[in-house]
Structures are given as structure tokens and as C-alpha cells.
């Protein structure tokens, strides 16, 4: 165990000074880095959330209200088709996302179910490609019908709404310019965001916290809202608060008459009057007609704009507006208007986002913890150092220059996986500081008891190193095999803890098998020692 | 003599204390699950759900009238303690009712009150929510964590030695998780999901020293055929003495080290390391050893000298 080919000394000192060049980058700050010549890699530790403060945000996507939705369209297409073809029923309802309901005459029920299989045609249309297959159950009893999404077709589309809204939070993220987000798709209806140097999330988690929902429609100016009966509104229409007070109620007609999703832009501006924050906005081709035709037909009219079903503003139509280009005002701030038109930009949610978990760390409170855990380590590594000199001087010397490069490997996997390195990381590098000695431990009480069993100084070194190989092996494969656990199973600070502690388990091996015991070889066939002063 | 040369050539009779061993640690044991069953764990907001917010504040601030004014808010419960420092505060707030929903508002209302109530600049360090949903996966995932850790302990010391050494490890394993359970439960130190990576290690490390242990066991077995088994255990654990204090003395100068300069946020974690490390220590030599003399382990090693290339 005592003989090192040329090759394998070559080699050991190469990865070791790979290592160093990887781990050299993180003494350096970014500027001096961007001026070092280009061999020298430039990849830094990658600092997670909790060191470089920033926000985790964890959010589901509502699909339960998307289900709802399907039910309330298809109800209403349903009951208008019904009407449309004579056909007279009673009694429906909708429980548990099936509508149920009887018809009169029950030998009208297969020509019903033709016609209602087509109605499910048209609603396929616009979140998945029209199948052959029908989305639509209809369960037949005598003259009771039921009718209910397939769960394949809830599926789709709960599933088609989530990847919308990762890449509408996407969008809206970027609006506001945050460096470096990290959206990723979790589970099935799950978005992970995080947010590097973000300590205050609050703007986030409220552009987050809105669906986005654009509406222009018409007000009902027939009807008038009755405090006392605040349910209460004709047929067609509908009653909504003002967003800027919920007290205050529009009777508007249900019937959208241009959505957001017509919308190509919208900027924050000032109306050129009132010097009021206003949000301008300009309509596509499709848009721009329908917004045209309205507004010609309704001069003198107030038309609402609704936004997530409050209505922003009412104001009356002055003229036909045919350039496809509009205000909205409704008592913004400049930051609210600012924030609307992002929205707006961004497109509306399929669904409403839940916040699930929030985590966020304060840019200070993370250099606190690089700080404590710098000097955590710095202290605890110099004392594990006097410690194993003391106990095992020269060797223990050859020991610390192990521990010494043990860090630095680990330092220098770090920066070139780009794993993240969390609070809970640098303590698993402060433990394996504690724990990397343990190989040669092993190896040098090893070779103590052969010494003391009388053999010569080579033969003990040599069978010390071959006997204590198993055991060292065992003994960190245990180990290994927590912090492989602790990856899978955990999340975030803890997941950066098993990276640390894992990559610290193979460097600590494979620095006691190759740098120490290069060196205590080296030691033996120079120094020829009679006897070792273990 | 090198004075920092300990425990050569012992040859203590640990096995003599097997039954006083036992007894105190079947003590330990029933003392935590009787602690646990009646104080339960000081479950953090990762397990329990609710809102956490770390402020620094520019004066030292009144923590009586801060909580009197954040508990007449209607938030139910709300926890307010010093962190570390006297500027630093810690405010928890109890999980709200109706769901997910409902939790992010807790943080507007506290931060507003705060901005109101106190003298001083407010710095908000560290916001943490989690709703009913995510903390009741946490704690599954955690449990889930500790048992497939263990189970796999169990089996893969069953595939390298035998199944009475398998067996052995793992109720020292259950042992040292228990206690650390207890202790957390006694001092009602705030048990989050840090303490489940802390647990998570202590079970890697206490194994760690055991395999050490049973490793020499089993050469020894090989060696001596003849030797009375409580001898031959004696003989192995003072073997490996050196070794065992050697490793426990430097994985516990860094943890202290850790544990006094690592700040206020890591403390808990590494106070969970530092136990697990003496319990774990303890274990493999009081308990995990001792075990193979009851679980009457093989004796006749010369046919199975495959598992382990004999040596010498």
C-alpha cells in the first residue's frame, strides 16, 4: 500500500490542483474575476436563497375553479340549446361537477344526446384539440339526464392551465426585472419560484395574487341595485362591487363584449387632462373591430371595465372608438397603474394562484450567516488541526494537509456543479471538517496497534492502511447513504446539507487513500524512520 | 509519552455495565416517550404551519407591550421572543383558519402593526409562511425520511454482516433517535425541519461508530474462535477506543465551534448534532456491542470467509 507509481503521484496532484483551480474563484469578488485570464474557471459557489437572501415562493394553481368554470360555461350553452330546440325541462341543477337534470318528454332523449355530444365539440375547442373522443359523460335514466366532464378531459385541462400559468408568472416576473428567477413546475399543480436578492416579496405576491381577468362590458341601465335585495339582478345581467369600494355595486349585462385576450399592449401613462396615472392600451385586429362596434352602437353609454370581476371604471362612451387604442382610469396610484398594465402585458391566469409556502430571507441575515458560518468554520477547523497534531504529530501534519485540500475539493465540486450552498450546507461542511480526520484516524490507530504488536515500521503503515480500508469504507457508506436520503426526500436548505455532506464524504476518503498516504510513503522512504511516534 | 496518546491498551470491562447500561437507557427511553406523550414536540411553522417574521430593530424595544398589541390583533396565538440579540425579535403566528388562503394576510397585518407600534426602524429579516397544506406533507416527508433511513441501515448491514448485527445497529439506531426526540420534547426546543436533516445525520454518524465497532467484532470472531463472546466484545470496543473518542472529540470541536459562531438560525440543528454525537457514541459502545452477546451471534466464521476476504 506503501508504493505510488509515477503515473498515480501525477495524478493525484493534478486533481488536486484541478481542485484548487475550481475552488479559487470564491476568494474573489465578481470584478476581479471577470479580469483573470480565461483558463481560470470564473464559477463561484452558488449561494442559496438563505445566504444571498431572496424569497421562495411555493403557489398551486386553483384548478378546482377551472373545473367550476367548464360546468357554469356548459351549463349555460346547455340551457341556451334546450331553449333554442323547444325541448322543456325541469329541476336543473349542478351538484358535484355534473349538471343533472329532467326532461318532460322522454323520447326526445336520443336526439338530445346527439345534440348534446356536438355542444361538447364547441367546448373542446379552445383548450384542446377537438377529439373524436367526447369530453362529456351523459348518463341516461329514463327522463333524468346527467351530464359531467370526463375526468381524461379535467385532466387536460387542468393540466394545460397549469403550464399557462407558469409561463404567465414567468412573464409577469420578468416585467418587473428581478435578476435571476427560477420558475419551475412541481408536481402536477405546483409552481416553485425563487427569487434571488427579493427580500420584500409583497409586489410579487400581489401581481402573483391576481388573476387578471379583462372584461368590457356593458352596464344594465335598466336596472337599478337595491341595497336590500343584493342578489337581486335581471335576467342576462349580473352584480359587481367597484374595486375601489367594495360598497359601492354596477348592475352590468353579463355578455362580454371585448376580453383581455384581444389586448396587444398596455403602458402606464397620465391622462393628458386630469394628469391622473392611467393605463393606455391597444387592442389587436379582432379586438379593435369588436371594441369599434360597440362603442359606435352605445354612445352615451357607460361601459365597465372589469378587472378579476370588480369593475375598475364605468365611464360613458363620447364617441365610436375605431382606432383599436384606449384609457383605462380608475383612481391609480402611478405603481398601481405601472402594475396593471404588467398584468395586462402579461395576460390573464387560467385559474387563480394559491400561495402555498412563503420563505424569504433579508439580504442582511444572509451575511450574517456567511459570516458566523465563516468564522464557525475557521475556528472549528484550526481546532481540529492543533487537535490532530498534537495527537499525531507529523502524521497528523500529513492529516491537516488532507483536511486543508479536503475543503478546497469540496469548495471546488461546489462551484463546478453549481450546487447551491445553503446555511444548513456550510454546516455540513463544518461537520465534515469534524469527520474527514476520521479516515485517517482509522488508518493511524490502525498502524499504532500493528507497532504495538511488534511489527517494523513499514509492514505496520502498510497493513494499516490495507486492514483499515473495509472498515472505512462500511463506516462512510452508512453515512452516505443518510445524506442520499435526506437529498431525495428533502427540500431546499436541507437538500443543500446532503450535497455538502456527501461530496465531503468522498473527498475526506479520497484524500486519506491518496494525499496522506502519498505523504506518510514519502515520509518512510526519505526519512527511514526506526520508529513512529504515533 | 505523548500525554494526547489515550486509550492504548485499555482493557476495560465495558461489558460488566451491560446491565446497568440497559437499564439506564431503557429509562432514558421510557422517560422520552413519557415526556413526549405528555409535552409533545415544540413543533416549528415547517410542521405546525403559520406565519414566522424575524425584525431587527434599531432600539430595544418592549416585548411585553409588542405582544399585547400583536395578540389583540385576532390572530390567535402570536409567539413573541428575543433572538440572539436584544434587537432581534422573533414573532410566530399561529396557522389561521380557512386554509391556504388565508395565511398571507397574517404578514400584512403584522408588518403594518409593527410599523405602527414600535419606536424603532423595523428590518425585516426573515418572513417564513407555510400553510396547512405543505407542513402536513413536511412532516410526512420527515417521518418517511427517518424510517427509509433506518430500514436501509438495517439492510445494509444485514448484506455486509449478519442479521444479528443488523438487528444490533438498528435498535441503537432507534435508541439514539428516541432520546434526541426526548430531548427536544424536555427543553421544548422548536423542532422544524432542520432537526429532521440533524436526526437524518445523527443516525449516519451513530452508525457510523457502530460499523467501526461490529467491523472489529467480526475480525476478532474470525481470529479467536474459542474466546468467550463478553471477552472478545470487551476486546474489540477497546480496540477501536482510540479511534472512537479520536473521531467524537474532533466531529464535536467543530459542531461546538458551530454551535457557538454559527448564529442564532443554525443553533437548534447543531444542538441536536452535538447530542446525537454523545448518544451515538454511547450507543455503539453500550449498547449495540453488548447487544450481539444476546442476540447470540454466529461463532463459526471460517465457512462464510467470503463475505470478507480474510486478512492476514
Known amino acids: 500500500m506503501l508504493h505510488f507509481s509515477r503515473s498515480k503521484i501525477i495524478s493525484i496532484c493534478a486533481i488536486s490542483i484541478v481542485a484548487m483551480f475550481l475552488a479559487l474563484p470564491n476568494l474573489f469578488s465578481d470584478q476581479k474575476i471577470s479580469n483573470f485570464p480565461s483558463f481560470i474557471p470564473s464559477q463561484k459557489v452558488n449561494l442559496g436563497l438563505d445566504l444571498q437572501g431572496g424569497s421562495h415562493l411555493l403557489l398551486e394553481v386553483d384548478t378546482d375553479s377551472i373545473e367550476k368554470e367548464k360546468i357554469e360555461d356548459l351549463t349555460f350553452d346547455l340551457r341556451r340549446m334546450l331553449k333554442k330546440d323547444g325541448i322543456k325541462y325541469n329541476n336543473l341543477k349542478v351538484i358535484d361537477d355534473s349538471i343533472i337534470f329532467k326532461i318532460t318528454d322522454a323520447t326526445l332523449v336520443s336526439g338530445l344526446v346527439k345534440n348534446i355530444k356536438e355542444l361538447s365539440q364547441s367546448t373542446s375547442q379552445n383548450a384542446v384539440s377537438a377529439q373524436s373522443k367526447s369530453n362529456l359523460e351523459i348518463d341516461i335514466n329514463n327522463d333524468l339526464i346527467n351530464v359531467s366532464l370526463t375526468d381524461d378531459y379535467l385532466k387536460q385541462i387542468s393540466i394545460s392551465a397549469v403550464n399557462q400559468s407558469i409561463e404567465i408568472v414567468r412573464r409577469r416576473i420578468d416585467e418587473l426585472g428581478t435578476r435571476e428567477p427560477t420558475i419551475q413546475k412541481q408536481g402536477t399543480s405546483r409552481i416553485l419560484i425563487q427569487l434571488p436578492g427579493l427580500d420584500d416579496p409583497e409586489r410579487i405576491k400581489s401581481l402573483l395574487g391576481k388573476t ?53 399592449d398596455a403602458q402606464p401613462g397620465f391622462d393628458s387632462q386630469t394628469n391622473e396615472p392611467v393605463v393606455n392600451f391597444r387592442f389587436d385586429r379582432i379586438g379593435a373591430k369588436k371594441f369599434g362596434k360597440v362603442t359606435k352602437a352605445n354612445i352615451g353609454k357607460p361601459f365597465a371595465i372589469i378587472l378579476d370581476n370588480k369593475v375598475v371604471s364605468a365611464p360613458v362612451i363620447r364617441d365610436a372608438i375605431l382606432g383599436g387604442s384606449g384609457q383605462i382610469s380608475g383612481g391609480f396610484s402611478a405603481e398601481e ?198 | 509519552m505523548n500525554i494526547f496518546s489515550f486509550a492504548i491498551n485499555t482493557k476495560i470491562k465495558f461489558l460488566s455495565f451491560r446491565k446497568p447500561a440497559f437499564v439506564l437507557s431503557m429509562a432514558l427511553i421510557i422517560s422520552s416517550i413519557l415526556i413526549y406523550s405528555i409535552n409533545g414536540l415544540n413543533f416549528g411553522i415547517d410542521f405546525r404551519g403559520g406565519t414566522l417574521i424575524e425584525i431587527e430593530t434599531t432600539e430595544t424595544e418592549n416585548l411585553g407591550n409588542l405582544r399585547r398589541s400583536l395578540n389583540s390583533l385576532n390572530l390567535g396565538d402570536v409567539q413573541v421572543q428575543e433572538f440572539g440579540s436584544p434587537k432581534n425579535i422573533l414573532i410566530r403566528v399561529e396557522q389561521q383558519a380557512g386554509g391556504d388562503k388565508t395565511q398571507q394576510n397574517v404578514v400584512n397585518i403584522v408588518k403594518a402593526e409593527l410599523n405602527t407600534s414600535l419606536n424603532s426602524d423595523v428590518n425585516f429579516r426573515r418572513t417564513e409562511v407555510v400553510g396547512p397544506k405543505v407542513s402536513a406533507e413536511l412532516i410526512k416527508a420527515g417521518v418517511i425520511a427517518i424510517i427509509v433511513a433506518v430500514f436501509a441501515m438495517l439492510i445494509y448491514i444485514w448484506f455486509r454482516f449478519e442479521w444479528q448485527f443488523s438487528l444490533g445497529a438498528v435498535i441503537a439506531l432507534i435508541h439514539d433517535v428516541l432520546l434526541t426526540l426526548g430531548i427536544f420534547s424536555l427543553l421544548q426546543l422548536e423542532f422544524n425541519l ?73 443553533k437548534g440543528f447543531t444542538f441536536a448534532m452535538i447530542w446525537g454525537v454523545l448518544v451515538g457514541t454511547y450507543s455503539s459502545i453500550f449498547i449495540a456491542a453488548p447487544l450481539l452477546n444476546y442476540l447470540e451471534v454466529k461463532r463459526d466464521w471460517s465457512t462464510s470467509g467470503a463475505v470478507e476476504s480474510t486478512q492476514k
Open chain 1, 212 to 264: 387578471a381577468k379583462l372584461t368590457f362590458k356593458l352596464v344594465d341601465q335598466k336596472a337599478s341595485y337595491d341595497p336590500s335585495n343584493p342578489t337581486k339582478a335581471p335576467v342576462g345581467s349580473e352584480i359587481l362591487s367597484s374595486d375601489s369600494n367594495s360598497e359601492f355595486k354596477y348592475i352590468v349585462k353579463k355578455k362580454v363584449m371585448v376580453g383581455g385576450e384581444n389586448l396587444v
Open chain 1, 337 to 534: 397603474a405601472a402594475d396593471l398594465a404588467v398584468l395586462l402585458r402579461a395576460g390573464a391566469l387560467p385559474a387563480p394562484l394559491v400561495i402555498l409556502e412563503e420563505r424569504s430571507v433579508g439580504p442582511d441575515l444572509g451575511a450574517d450567516s456567511i459570516l458566523a458560518g465563516k468564522i464557525a468554520a475557521l475556528i472549528g477547523f484550526i481546532a481540529v488541526i492543533i487537535f490532530m497534531v498534537l495527537v499525531y504529530r507529523s502524521f497528523g501534519f500529513f492529516a491537516d494537509v488532507a483536511l486543508i485540500l479536503n475543503l478546497i475539493m469540496v469548495l471546488g465540486i461546489l462551484s463546478l456543479l453549481q450546487a447551491t450552498l445553503t446555511l444548513p450546507g456550510i454546516a455540513g461542511i463544518i461537520l465534515t471538517i469534524g469527520m474527514a480526520v476520521d479516515a485517517n484516524v482509522l488508518i493511524f490507530e490502525r498502524i499504532k496497534e500493528e507497532l504495538r504488536s511488534g511489527s517494523s515500521v513499514i509492514n505496520s503503515v502498510d497493513s494499516g492502511y490495507k486492514r483499515a480500508l473495509s472498515t472505512i469504507l462500511d463506516a462512510n457508506i452508512t453515512t452516505l447513504i443518510a445524506a442520499s436520503i435526506l437529498f431525495f426526500m428533502g427540500s431546499g436548505p436541507v437538500k443543500g446539507f446532503s450535497v455538502t455532506l456527501a461530496i465531503g464524504i468522498f473527498t475526506s476518503v479520497f484524500t486519506a487513500f491518496t494525499v496522506t498516504r502519498l505523504m506518510v510513503s514519502i515520509y518512510i522512504s526519505k526519512m527511514k524512520p526506526k520508529e513512529l511516534r504515533l
Open chain 2, 194 to 266: 432542520s432537526i429532521i436533516a440533524a436526526i437524518l445525520t445523527i443516525v449516519g454518524y451513530s452508525m457510523n461508530d457502530t460499523v467501526v465497532v461490529y467491523d472489529r467484532v467480526r475480525e476478532n470472531l474470525r481470529k479467536h474462535r474459542k474466546k468467550d463472546i463478553l471477552d472478545l466484545l470487551n476486546i474489540s470496543i477497546n480496540e477501536t477506543l482510540s479511534r472512537t473518542i479520536m473521531t467524537s472529540v474532533t466531529t464535536l470541536l467543530a459542531l461546538l465551534s458551530l454551535y457557538i459562531f454559527g448564529g442564532s438560525v443554525i
